[in-house]
């Protein structure tokens, strides 16, 4: 059965950092591409990170330098690293899978599983 479950969000200020935790059950982390999503209220939900099967990852503009997204193949599991974390940050964080090797698709309706997210909120 395919499960991903995110950890790690929480409340934090301007400049601060938390780390996210996505637990995969289900798949392999070698054969999958995973992103890291978020969605704030009123807004659509928008591609943060990925990694895919090689490895390679993709950053948002607006994360990029701030936010790393990695995995650990043997505890099938993935990362976000974010710091220097702004208000515009905050949002309902998810993870996503989707089968493909070395490939990460764009958008959310490309991602064949999700989990059920976790929320960031960043204070000035």
């Known amino acids: 059965q395919v499960q991903l479950v995110e950890s790690g969000g929480g409340s934090v200020q301007a400049g601060g950092s938390l780390r996210l935790s996505c637990a995969v059950s289900?798949?392999?982390?070698?054969?999958?591409?995973i992103g890291w999503f978020r969605q704030a209220p009123g807004e659509e939900r928008e591609r943060v990170a990925s990694i895919d099967s090689a490895g390679t990852t993709t950053y948002a503009p607006s994360v990029k330098d701030r936010f790393t997204i990695s995995r650990d193949i043997a505890k099938n599991s993935a990362y976000l690293q974010m710091n220097s974390l702004k208000p515009d940050d905050t949002a309902m964080y998810y993870c996503?899978?989707?089968?493909?090797?070395?490939?990460?698709?764009?958008?959310?309706?490309?991602?064949?599983?999700w989990g059920r997210g976790t929320q960031v909120t960043v204070s000035s």
């Open positions: 289900g798949y392999t982390m070698s054969n999958i591409c």
């Open positions: 996503a899978a989707e089968p493909a090797v070395n490939y990460c698709p764009q958008t959310p309706r490309d991602y064949i599983a």
